[in-house]
């Protein structure tokens, strides 16, 4: 049959504003998470992870939130700038080695 | 010290024919990762070798296939192409791929199937 693309959810902020991406996962084993940022035409880049024991984790203008109870992971990015558009992807592992399961995306647009 | 490296950029093949493509992971790690990403599918993992060994495996068909050597650097093969694997084909390498073993990408082979 036709193959239909993932419908990216899109997130459109202006230059200056906080951002807040969201990401439900689905494996209640997964222990750690990570965020990646993706640019057109490269490969995805490590943003910030955070392990399970822990439910929030801050870098440079980044915060990751953890909510176990309802499975649930955002990434808040402060003060939002026009190099920051891109999609982000959370990412799960459940103790499998080196195996991540990617969730569909967000595509972040900032409005100079 | 240098990223994850990935060749070729490009590459485009017909149908029935096979492909390797190649990562050379950051210096130290052992962990090679492999993924495909789709407008359709989204990223999706393939396989994971670590010491030469495959040690996680996706659900995808045995005409995907890989290995690791022992400089860590490993290749990824499809045999039998379809158009379906049309995609951009990233690796990723880590220290160990244990849990909280950051994984790095690379820039990703972009294969187009005729």
């Known amino acids: 049959g036709e193959s239909v693309g993932l419908h990216l959810p899109t997130l459109s902020v202006q230059e200056g504003d906080n951002s807040i991406i969201n990401c439900a996962y689905s494996?209640?084993?997964?222990?750690?998470f990570i965020w990646y940022k993706q640019e057109s035409g490269k490969g995805p880049q490590f943003i910030i992870d955070?392990?399970?024991?822990?439910d929030k984790r801050q870098g440079q203008r980044v915060t990751v939130l953890l909510n176990k109870t309802v499975k649930h992971l955002s990434l808040q990015i402060a003060a939002t700038q026009p190099g920051d558009s891109a999609v982000y992807f959370c990412?799960?592992?459940?103790?499998?080695?080196?195996?991540?399961?990617f969730g569909q995306g967000t595509e972040l647009s900032v409005k100079p | 010290k240098a990223g994850v490296t990935q060749t070729p950029r490009y590459l485009i093949k017909t149908r029935g024919q096979q492909v390797t493509l190649s990562c050379s992971p950051i210096?130290?790690?052992?962990?090679v990762s492999w993924y495909q990403q789709t407008p359709g599918q989204g990223l999706q993992f393939l396989f994971e070798?670590?010491?030469?060994?495959?040690?996680n495996k996706g659900n995808f068909p045995g005409r995907f296939s890989g290995r690791q050597f022992s400089n860590s650097r490993s290749e990824m093969n499809v045999s039998t192409l379809e158009l379906g694997d049309s995609a951009l084909y990233l690796c990723?390498?880590?220290?160990?791929?244990?849990?909280?073993?950051?994984?790095?990408f690379g820039p990703g082979t972009r294969l187009l199937v005729l």
């Open positions: 955070i392990r399970s024991n822990m």
């Open positions: 494996n209640s084993a997964s222990d750690y």
């Open positions: 990412a799960e592992n459940d103790n499998q080695g080196g195996k991540l399961i």
């Open positions: 210096s130290g790690h052992r962990s």
């Open positions: 990723a390498s880590s220290f160990s791929g244990d849990r909280g073993g950051t994984q790095y």
């Open positions: 070798y670590f010491s030469e060994t495959q040690r």
